[in-house]
């Protein structure tokens, strides 16, 4: 059935592998970009946190339709939701990596007059990739959530507009064959991103 059907499926995995790497994309920058601020300043750590917290603990089926009707139908708002789902665990995972360093390291840095910003580069960011690919890991796996719970509640494409067409229309054997793909799609995508870790961060499994 899915080589029959093989177009139509790729059609829209293709639309939804779209929304989860923009969405993907902006939570790696955003997430990152916070990560940094926060582990530098205690005030903006402590006004971020609360915010943080209650960005996750709203229901996304709630909060979605408020996206579709301010963004629009588009794919804006499906690349939004993928992204407040998806940032989160690269905040906390990169907040962990780049203030879990060796103390005595800081000293000497101290000592040596190193800046901020070489710190940051030579130091703090070489020691958080490992957390921050963990972080990566969950966050792709969310960021296909979300694209999906956005398709299933406002989609005219995508895998998750499928499975509810295809409920709808009582089609069971089409509604497997999407599952199938968008599990394919997520584990591979996870794949690919364990592949990038390996190359990225070498000496963290010769550990």
């Given at each position: 059935?899915?080589?029959?059907?093989?177009?139509?499926?790729?059609?829209?995995?293709?639309?939804?592998?779209?929304?989860?790497l923009?969405?993907f994309?902006?939570a790696?920058?955003?997430?990152?970009?916070?990560?940094?601020?926060?582990?530098?300043?205690?005030?903006?750590?402590?006004a971020?946190?609360?915010?943080?917290?209650?960005?996750?603990?709203?229901?996304?089926?709630?909060?979605a339709?408020?996206?579709?009707?301010?963004?629009?139908?588009?794919?804006?708002?499906?690349?939004?939701?993928?992204?407040?789902?998806?940032?989160?665990?690269?905040?906390?995972?990169?907040?962990?990596?780049?203030?879990?360093?060796?103390?005595?390291?800081?000293?000497?840095?101290?000592?040596?007059?190193?800046?901020?910003?070489?710190?940051?580069?030579?130091?703090?960011?070489?020691?958080?990739?490992?957390?921050?690919?963990?972080?990566?890991?969950?966050?792709?796996?969310?960021?296909?959530?979300?694209a999906?719970?956005a398709?299933?509640?406002?989609?005219?494409?995508?895998?998750?507009?499928?499975?509810?067409?295809?409920?709808?229309?009582?089609?069971?054997?089409?509604?497997?064959?999407?599952?199938?793909?968008?599990?394919?799609?997520?584990?591979?995508?996870?794949a690919?991103?364990?592949?990038?870790?390996?190359?990225?961060?070498?000496?963290?499994?010769?550990?």
């Amino acid at each position: 059935f899915i080589g029959q059907n093989l177009g139509l499926l790729l059609t829209h995995a293709w639309a939804t592998t779209h929304e989860i790497l923009l969405g993907f994309g902006l939570a790696i920058v955003v997430g990152l970009a916070l990560s940094v601020v926060m582990i530098h300043s205690k005030i903006m750590s402590e006004a971020l946190y609360p915010l943080l917290v209650l960005s996750q603990v709203l229901p996304k089926v709630a909060v979605a339709p408020l996206l579709l009707l301010w963004l629009g139908y588009g794919m804006l708002p499906k690349v939004v939701i993928a992204f407040t789902i998806a940032f989160f665990p690269i905040v906390i995972t990169g907040v962990s990596g780049l203030t879990n360093i060796d103390p005595e390291m800081l000293d000497l840095l101290k000592v040596l007059k190193a800046s901020r910003w070489q710190v940051l580069v030579k130091i703090r960011i070489k020691n958080a990739l490992p957390y921050i690919f963990d972080g990566l890991k969950i966050a792709i796996t969310l960021a296909v959530i979300g694209a999906i719970v956005a398709e299933f509640i406002g989609g005219d494409t995508g895998l998750g507009y499928l499975i509810i067409v295809s409920n709808a229309t009582i089609s069971t054997t089409m509604m497997f064959a999407a599952l199938i793909v968008l599990s394919a799609l997520g584990m591979l995508l996870f794949a690919l991103l364990m592949v990038v870790e390996r190359v990225a961060v070498p000496w963290h499994f010769r550990q």
